[in-house]
């Protein structure tokens, strides 16, 4: 189905390769071996003169030239950071894990000591810890308490290419303090920007000319494969390429596939293990790579397969460029990631599949090529990938900025005149702003303070939108459900489906399934497993995932702890299940959907009910719902995503009463009602 067009990616072939041929667990004295031919390794003292000599630096090189395992331990090497720690942040909190658990068994120390990681409800470091890997959200939180960020010394903001809002904030954030610190004669601060290739004129200006080090690239040709047609199902597509490419090619070439969410992860993984059962060809073992996955699944990733087995490893984009994994041979890449958006108008958020960038696609590419030339199989047309833009939007423009707004607020910035790299358009600051004030955080707009309420929401890692839920369930009488429930959500999907028994675990699902939507379901669901003694048993036989309600009962935990700090007493709704879902509309009212005049009838899609949500764009609730089969569709529903691909779905949703928005968000109620 491909047609064929070679390139080199940047015309260098490297002669070395970086991994080892025993199947064994890597000594200590491998991992040396393995750091020093690393391209960061053959420049490192000129790279040290350099940090030596400049306050900020920028550091660009290509994904896998060691940037992020190195750069920290040649710092801390040296002792340049004597007086303070090395802060490295991520996007991703996968990222941020397995960089940190490399880096130390490189360092040969445990986790948590001198190397460790800090990422949304967990914190793995200790008073000795020098060399911290962290999402950026975390450091941003901690620019919240201290905004000179005065425990580090060096701060390293890494994947600056991916702009992530909290990112392209901390850019800002550690400008200021570096300067501050400077006039106030404290310690210095160091700045690095490290990125994988990119354009970086505008970081030069925002850094004052900083100098830039561009570290040699080391990567293999790649041969490039788009379809002749386009594919209208990518998941099929996937499964398709995967055994074309499974029967004729040797054993020891390992896959990589990029599609957008663990979800669609989880469905490709099933498929691929049942058509295995009855193909030719290796045998296969298959690693998922997620953002959400626990820390001891993402290393499978990283474990050697025996000889004569393929690997195939089903990822998002985080491996992209955050993480680099060994031995990929062929690159199958679906063009398609998923990116959240939101309408300005009325502060409704969606999720959107939609086409990723070139850039993006090179990076994919690239992957296949690290340790011997390689392949890359796009499943999307020459034409589809001509028609892309070149660059990623940085996530700013296009997001909802509520919650950077309100950490921004609760660090003393002023969020409107703040200096970003990249300015979002004002409406969209101006539309996070009324949020927040319709939330209770702020008290006006044009000079925004936070209320007691505002300032309590910064005390939970979550959304805005959850902390308000937690905050107002006492008023509701439901802290206990309110807990659960934002932990579920804060947790990925607890349901597990597997294809070919899709009718069963269905059947059994039905026995915690509420008429009230998929809320109480979750509840119902939740409050079981923590009843049950045998959980991991008890979640088999039920179909659920153990890992994520393991995660949910641990997220838990941690937001009871912020709500014991601010004296909130525990109180539960029993059966009352309505208040539970008014504290939720209280949080969430920007996401309410009405059935559509004319979609009671049989007008309605089949199954599905139509809906018009605030924004004005028509949805169908998602068929994993337990409200999906609802007929006529209720008169409100509450959702919590709005997933866009090929049509608009209501994730997770639950009925409510169309006069409850009135009674809890009645501002908002009334500019909905102004929009619609
Ligand atoms: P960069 O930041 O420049 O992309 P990294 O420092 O992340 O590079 O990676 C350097 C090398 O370390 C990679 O080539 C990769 O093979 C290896 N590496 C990184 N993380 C792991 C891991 N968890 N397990 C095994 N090897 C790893
Ligand atoms: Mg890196």
């Known amino acids: ?79 340049l950071e004597s007086s303070g720690a090395i802060a490295i942040t991520q996007p991703r909190r996968v990222a941020a894990i397995t960089l940190a658990l490399r880096v130390a068994a490189e360092m040969n120390t445990e986790i948590g000591s001198i190397v460790g990681y800090c990422v949304r409800f967990e914190d793995v470091t200790s008073a000795k810890t020098k060399v911290k890997y962290l999402t950026d959200g975390m450091l941003l939180r901690e620019a919240v308490a201290d905004p000179l960020l005065k425990r580090y010394s060096f701060i390293i903001l890494d994947e600056a290419h991916e702009r992530t809002v909290n990112t392209d904030v901390l850019f800002g954030i550690v400008k200021l303090a570096q300067k501050e610190r400077n006039d106030k004669k404290l310690l210095p601060l160091k700045i690095i920007i490290m990125s994988a290739t990119m354009d970086v004129d505008l970081f030069r200006k925002y850094y004052d000319d900083c100098p830039v080090i561009y570290l040699e690239g080391r990567t293999h040709p790649v041969t490039i494969y788009h379809t002749k047609l386009k594919q209208d199902d990518y998941q099929y597509a996937v499964v398709c390429t995967v055994f074309q490419l499974h029967v004729s ?20 993984m099933s498929n691929i293990k049942q058509v295995a059962k009855e193909s030719l060809g290796p045998p296969i073992r ?73 850039a993006a696609c090179w990076q994919r590419a690239g992957r296949a090529g690290r340790t011997a030339r390689g392949a890359a199989y796009r499943l999307y047309t020459a034409n589809d990938f001509a028609a892309r833009h070149a660059h990623n939007t940085p996530e700013i423009v296009r997001c909802p900025l509520a919650a950077t707004m309100l950490l921004l607020i609760a660090t003393g910035l002023d969020p409107i005149t703040f200096p970003l790299i990249d300015p979002p358009p004002p409406e969209s600051i101006q539309a996070s702003l009324l949020l927040l004030k319709e939330l209770g955080a702020i008290d006006n707009e044009a000079n925004p303070k936070l209320t007691i309420l505002g300032k309590k929401m910064t005390a939970f890692p979550i959304d805005p939108k959850y902390s308000k839920i937690i905050l107002c369930a006492p008023e509701f009488n439901c802290l206990d459900e309110a807990l659960s429930l934002v932990a579920v959500l804060s947790s990925e999907n607890i349901f597990h489906m597997p294809i070919h028994k899709r009718e069963e675990a269905l059947k059994v699902k039905q026995k915690f399934v509420s008429p009230l939507g998929d809320h109480v379901t979750l509840l119902n669901v939740y409050k079981a497993f923590c009843k049950a003694p045998l959980k991991k048993q008890w979640c088999k036989e039920n179909y659920l995932n153990h890992k994520n309600l393991s995660y949910a009962y641990e997220i838990r935990q941690q937001l009871l702890n912020v709500c014991q700090r601010l004296n909130m007493t525990v109180t539960s709704c029993g059966t009352a299940v309505d208040q539970l879902l008014k504290c939720l509309l209280s949080g969430l009212f920007t996401n309410c959907a009405w059935a559509r005049s004319g979609a009671a009838g049989s007008g309605g899609l089949a199954g599905g009910g139509k809906y018009v949500t605030a924004s004005g764009s028509a949805a169908s609730v998602h068929p994993a719902s337990v409200l999906f089969s609802t007929r006529p569709p209720h008169p409100a529903i509450l959702y919590t995503e709005l997933l866009h691909t090929r049509r608009s779905y209501l994730v997770t949703v639950s009925a409510i009463q169309p006069q409850w928005l009135h009674q809890v968000a009645p501002d908002y109620a009334r500019r909905c009602r102004a929009n619609r």
């Not at 064929?4 to 260098?12: A, D, I, V, Y």
């Not at 087995?309 to 062929?330: G, W, Y």
């Open 249 to 268: 090619t040797p054993a020891n070439h390992d896959f990589l596939v990029f599609l957008t969410g663990q979800e669609e992860i989880e469905t490709v």
């Open 286 to 358: 298959v690693c998922p790579l997620y953002a959400g996955l626990p820390a001891t699944k993402q290393l499978q990733v990283w474990k050697k397969t025996p000889p004569g087995m393929r690997k195939i490893v089903l990822a998002t984009n985080i491996a992209e460029a955050s993480v680099t994994i060994p031995q990929i041979k062929c690159v199958i890449d679906t063009g398609m990631v998923k990116e959240r958006t939101w309408c300005t108008a009325t502060g409704a958020e969606r999720l959107r599949v939609r086409a990723c960038s070139q």
């Open 1 to 79: 189905i491909c047609t064929e067009n070679s390139l080199k990616l940047n015309g260098q072939v490297p002669t070395q390769t970086l991994y080892h041929k025993n199947e064994e667990k890597e000594t200590f004295e491998d991992l040396q071996e393995s750091r020093k031919i690393l391209p960061v390794y053959t420049v490192r003292f000129r790279l040290l003169e350099e940090i030596k000599k400049n306050n900020t630096m920028i550091l660009i090189g290509e994904t896998g030239s060691g940037k992020t395992t190195q750069v920290p331990q040649l710092i801390h090497e040296l002792r």
